[in-house]
Structure formats: C-alpha cells, structure tokens
C-alpha cells in the first residue's frame, strides 16, 4: 500500500498493492496501522458510505461543519470519477486551491481527504459504484456545500456544464467568498471535544 502526498500536503492519495492471479485479484482496501503509521494520528471511521452514479452526475462540492466535520476516504468500486478536494480552512496557505484526481475501480486509487476540505466529483462512466468511509456521522444540520462552478476554484470537471447532472441542493451552494461555514487553518479538528 502506497501513501503519496500531493500539492496540497494534508490531500493524500493512497494507492493499495492488487494480488492477481488466475482467479482474478485480491486488495487490502484499508489497513487502520498503515494509515496512522503514515499520518502520525490515528483516524476513527465510523461510517461507511456507498452511491451509485451514471455518467454526467456531479455530488458536491460539499463538507460538515464541526463538531460533526467528516475527514473521507474515498474510492470507486465500478467505473470512474474525477474526485476533488477543496481546501477551505481559512488561513491556510493552499486556501481556495484543490487537488483533483482520476478514481476508478481499474487504478483503484483512493483520496484521503481530511476535514476542512469540501470534496465533490463528477461521475465519468455509467454505472459508477462509489464508496468511502467517514470518521464522523452524517448531521444534516451540518451538511454544507460550495458551489461547484465557483470562478475563484476554476475546477476542471473534464465534462462540460451541458454534460453535467446536477441534485437540487447543488445548483444553490454559495459560492467560496458568500459563505463564512469555514475552518480555521491550524485548528487540530481531530482533537477537538464534540460541542454539546
Ligand atoms: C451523505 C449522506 C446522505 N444521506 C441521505 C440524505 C439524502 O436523503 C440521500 C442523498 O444525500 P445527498 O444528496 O447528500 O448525497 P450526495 O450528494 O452523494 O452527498 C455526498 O456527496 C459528497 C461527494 C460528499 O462528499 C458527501 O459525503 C455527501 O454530501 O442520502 C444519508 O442518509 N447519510 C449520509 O451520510
């Protein structure tokens, strides 16, 4: 299992060693002791997640505000995305800038992405199965978004606006600079105390 950091140091991408043989393939698609060896703290996931997409739909740009802010790893089981990770930690010296990379169940790539981040991606075949695990309970009180087609972020989601299919609550979100449901850089979220 591979752990590689990208622009954005806190983004990691994890790539997971795939045993083949004649019978097919086996992976390790997650190993608790790997992941704290690597980041030097250990995350507890409590829940996992799985939706089914086909090509053209767009999830997110969307996060949970603290105390209910998720850190997620992400992967694709079937199919194909880009995944985008935003970093809205007010402060921080990558603030506004994302990380963007292919998923798929051929590279079985995952994205650890942390909290503080909005996350999103746009589905690139039919029929995508994407799956990942959270370390905090889904809070619809919670739940945030930012707008996928902020012109401050300026993501390439590969397909063009005509190709996209959007939910509802995700042609409303607030644009980056409209929005004060953000993260302070430096803050440790993985310490902090849930608030009552
Ligand atoms: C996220 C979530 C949703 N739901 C229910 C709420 C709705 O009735 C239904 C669909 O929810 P939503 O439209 O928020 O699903 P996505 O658009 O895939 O949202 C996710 O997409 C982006 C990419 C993310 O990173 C988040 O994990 C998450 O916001 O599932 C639950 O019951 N539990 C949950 O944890």
Redesign the pocket.
Known sequence: MQFVRTDIKDIVIIEPKVHGDDRGYFVETFRADKLEEFLGYKINFC?D?E?KSSKGVL??L?YQLSPYAQT?LVRVIQGRVLDVAVDIRKGSPTFGKYVAVELSAENKKQMLVPRGFA???VVLEDDTIFA?K?DNY?SPEC?RGIAFDDRDLNIDWILNKKELNL?G?DIKQPKLNETNDLFEFGVNYYERKKEI
Do not use: T
Request: glycine letters at 12%.
């Open positions: 829940q997640n939706s999830r997110g969307h997620k996350h999103g991606f990942y959270v889904y739940d939910s609550k």
